[in-house]
């Protein structure tokens, strides 16, 4: 971890109280850091206290530090300790960075994107963001990109919900997500959310092999992962947003939004200025090895209490109220049609590599005669509702200009990709030299490691083409960027043949309309195996 250090002022402020449990809670500012917004805290395997501000990420090692490091020069929304100890950034300027600064992935410009949580197993890094879920599959590619370009996404309208608000890993490495109107796990199979409870929810940690779920539906523990129970005593704590819930060293749950409390086994008390706690929106929080209990808050800075002397002497008392709601952990909600989609995706190309496919059509006056283009725009429809998130289309056409019609685009955005194929009309005619350069150009830059990256020609027409034109194919398919070729006419062509040869690729040829383009097409997106 690289660090710079920075020389800060330090101050203390006491407070006095009186209530029998409150009382023994004293909170106090860390340093000069008391009007700074603290988005998030996290405490590594050194016992240091890692903190994102809008400006800085900073390392503090201990109270009474006159001096802080400075992990990066800019603020971070998110912080998350990956499997391996390795911190990472979820950044003010939409950057995910790790600290070594050896990674990064540039978000998007979209303020839409602004990292809400951040979550990581041993696979796959999970980004929740205001249009939903972007999920990475961690493999080093030879550029040294840890990411690639091609994140999964679960956008907010495919799951049902508005907004994705956490990302959890438990203590079995199973991923849950929570969002305003409903809890998902991850299928470890394929990846997908599944939805298992109707509740909202903000913030979950793992406790005693059990995972605690918060938010306005209350507080609940997934006992051992086989039951649900709600303690009645947190329900006076969901009037607002909580934003954060964990447990001291002592066993004591804190929950901390618009107020923050303590609560033990049979009630909740709430931190107020008589404890020296004066903010109105906790952001985030941290207990460290000294039983130090971190707390970030919103316009107050940073505050702090040490809670390693404080014991609570309570006299024998009924057990709270519990709602207990038995459930295995195989049993979940019935499946949405979306979901029911997505598996029917999943089977459909199971086993079978992430594609990048570019489609370079000719849409020339002679391929408007025996519906040549129409049946290659209804097989294609077809085929782009059975392929996957992961698996991406664009199209080019032979036009003059070679013009992208569609860019590189997820194929589960089915609607948008069959309206972009209702809109191509015949016209003009065919441009196969500058097409195909355009086309090998632009699937080098997209270029996605260990996948099916192919560029499928389709074009009726009879073409001189370049030995440049052929060059350039075999030098792509040298990178493994195949070329194969789709050809409606009814006479052969030795030419494109030959540049599928160059290209590694198949070349078909469509003599008559009981040809079916579907099974054609099938066979490119599932031309390599994982």
Known sequence: MKHTTIPILFTFTFFFAT?????????KKFNNLHSSCVYSIIINDKNEKIIGTPDDVLAIDHPQDTL?????????????????????????????????LIYSYV???????????????????YIATK??????KKKETTNGNLFGKNPTIYRNTDLGCRRMNVLHLDSNNDVWMGADNALFKVDKLTGIPKKVKKINVTCM?????????AGSDGIWKFENHKKWIRFMHHQNLTNHRIEKIIFDNKGRLWVGGNELFCCDDSECIEMTEKNGFDSKHVLSMAVDDQNIIWIGSSGKGLLYADLSDIEIDKPEEEKPVAIVEPVTEEVALPKTEKE???ERRYDFMNGYAENNILLL?????SMGKEKKL????????????????????????????????LPKTPCTESQNIHNILDSLKTHGGSYLDNGVFMATELMQNNYLENGNNRIILATDGLFNISDDVYKIVKKTYKKDIILSVINFNQTDNSKLKLLTEKGGGNYWRINNTNTSLFRLLEKEVKGKRK
């Open 19 to 27: 209530n029998l449990i409150a009382q023994e809670f004293t909170f």
């Open 68 to 100: 802080v490091e400075r992990v990066h020069n800019i603020g971070a929304y998110v912080l998350e300790n990956d499997v391996n100890g390795k911190l990472w950034m979820g950044q003010v300027n939409n950057v995910l960075r790790d600290s070594d």
């Open 107 to 125: 978000l998007s410009a979209n303020p839409e994107h602004t990292f809400y949580s951040i979550e990581t197993d041993e696979n796959q890094l």
């Open 131 to 136: 249009i939903g879920c972007l999920s990475f």
């Open 205 to 213: 940690l793992n406790h005693e092999n059990s995972l605690w779920v």
């Open 340 to 342: 029911i989609d997505l």
């Open 361 to 365: 059509i000719d849409v020339s006056n």
């Open 374 to 405: 129409e049946r290659l725009k209804a097989s294609l429809k077809g085929l782009v509702d059975n392929m996957r998130p992961e698996d991406h289309l664009a199209i080019m056409l032979f036009t003059k200009n070679a013009d992208l019609v």
